[in-house]
């Protein structure tokens, strides 16, 4: 019990990989992301990492084209 309550207060998400396929835990149940086995929480969490890293670069973009407006006031 206690560790699942940690997975529900956890700041950071959490991916569950526990088992292999045919396991289920309450942490699997509880956690951001559930995968269906460690394999695969690599594969998501890489795909997690390059969509926001991809998504980071836009707004970076975004702001940057913003300074010269901003630097006119």
Partial sequence: E???????N???PIVSAIGHETDTCVC???SDLR???????IELT???KDQMLN???VLDQK????I???LKL
Avoid: G, N, Q, W
Avoid at 2 to 7: A, M, S, T, Y
Avoid at 35 to 41: D, G, R
């Fill in 2 to 8: 206690k560790v699942v309550r940690c997975f529900v």
């Fill in 10 to 12: 956890y700041k950071i």
């Fill in 28 to 30: 699997d149940m509880v």
């Fill in 35 to 41: 995968a269906k086995t460690p394999t695969a929480a």
């Fill in 46 to 48: 890489i795909k997690c």
């Fill in 55 to 57: 998504y980071l670069h």
């Fill in 63 to 66: 702001l940057k084209s913003y």
């Fill in 68 to 70: 010269p407006f901003f």
